[in-house]
């Protein structure tokens, strides 16, 4: 099934080849890292009815070299390989290679066309649908981007099979995110049906980013609400990252004691009831291992969050929630209400 230019299995490959019969490439280009290169290439080359790709540009994987430095060793890489302005770069992998690829990509030549496939859950249902492409600056993530839409973006589950528990637990907190913010029903299913059935739910996630995002392509109004969780949780993703004692986590890991915090402040300022409060955080304990914090690691957070992108006039915007299923945006958070809020994620 195509969902607002995704296409799932069968039709992404269909879709893939009918693209590049359509569309007359000088060279064609696979970015992916070191893991997506021995797990995935060699199930996704076996895909093109004729033998495309001209060169394929290998990173190491992680967070940590999603960075200017990477992109140059790429803008390089294409310009040595030949590339123009009618060459094509396919994003093989998880967040990480699709939004730096997609930043690469769009400023390559002024632009040149760029198609995501996912291998990751959290790329599946979020990191390569929207068009938000970038690098971090230093531990500050997504500093540096744009928005810039793929070409199209094909979904194989299957890929799945390559990841580890922990890798896909990450993308079901943006799963779990998505039925927070837009529709209680789907929340309900997915903290009942639990991490076993991720595979049958991708559409749906898929639908509810593509939804929000074809509504408001850049971020001026509703697709805001997709931060739900981001604001606190990046700060801590950002703090992890660069703490050399503390153990890093991943987006998901970080975005999931963002979402209880930010929960606990819907709490307190928007009216969500304790009841659903409680839900979500006994959900997210369910999935998700506590993180420890001390009191000089709040305050470390709590000055990083200075330098979130969605700030405006010196202000830190949130995204909270009314109910479950409804989110509001743009809303401003004393403090003061930091402390009180990891205390109540410290709570047994």
């Known amino acids: 099934m195509a969902d607002n230019g995704v296409y799932f299995n069968e ?52 967070e940590e070299y999603k960075n200017i430095e990477t992109c140059t060793t790429l803008w390089n890489g294409l310009s040595n390989h030949g590339g123009d302005r009618k060459s094509l770069l396919i994003n093989l992998g998880g967040g990480v290679i699709t939004d730096l690829g997609g930043f690469v990509a769009s400023t390559f030549k002024r632009g040149i066309d760029f198609i995501n496939v996912p291998t990751t859950l959290l790329a599946m249902v979020d990191a390569s649908i929207g068009g938000k492409t970038g690098v971090d600056l230093g531990v500050l993530k997504n500093q540096v981007g744009v928005i810039n839409q793929p070409q199209m973006i094909l979904v194989f589950p299957d890929f799945l099979d390559t990841l580890n528990s922990r890798q896909t637990r990450s993308g079901f907190a943006e799963m779990l995110k998505h039925g927070l913010i837009k529709d209680h029903n789907y929340w309900s299913v997915l903290k009942d049906s639990g991490l076993d059935a991720v595979k049958e739910h991708i559409e749906r996630s898929v639908a509810l980013k593509s939804e929000v995002v074809q509504a408001d392509p850049t971020e001026k109004g509703i697709r805001k609400i997709l931060n739900f969780g981001h604001t606190v949780g990046h700060a801590i993703e950002s703090y992890f990252l660069e703490h050399p004692d503390r153990k890093t986590l991943l987006h998901g890991e970080a975005i999931a004691v963002g979402m209880v915090i930010e929960a606990y402040f819907s709490h307190v300022l928007t009216g969500l009831s304790k009841f659903e409060l409680h839900e979500i955080k006994q959900t997210f ?11 000089t690691d709040i305050e470390i957070i709590l000055d990083l969050l200075k330098h979130d992108k969605k700030n405006s006039h010196g202000n830190i915007n949130y995204v909270l929630l009314k109910s479950i299923g409804k989110a509001v945006a743009d809303v ?15 709570e047994p």
């Open 11 to 62: 039709l992404g490959r269909a879709a893939l080849n009918l693209h590049l019969s359509k569309n007359n490439y000088s060279k064609i280009f696979v970015l992916v890292d070191e893991n997506t290169k021995t797990h995935c290439l060699p199930l996704f080359e076996p895909m093109f009815e004729k033998n495309e790709i001209d060169a394929v540009f290998t990173i190491k994987p992680g």
């Open 285 to 295: 304990g369910q999935y998700f291992e506590q993180v420890e914090f001390n009191d």
């Open 332 to 346: 401003k958070v004393p403090a003061s209400l930091f402390d009180e809020a990891f205390a109540y994620y410290k």
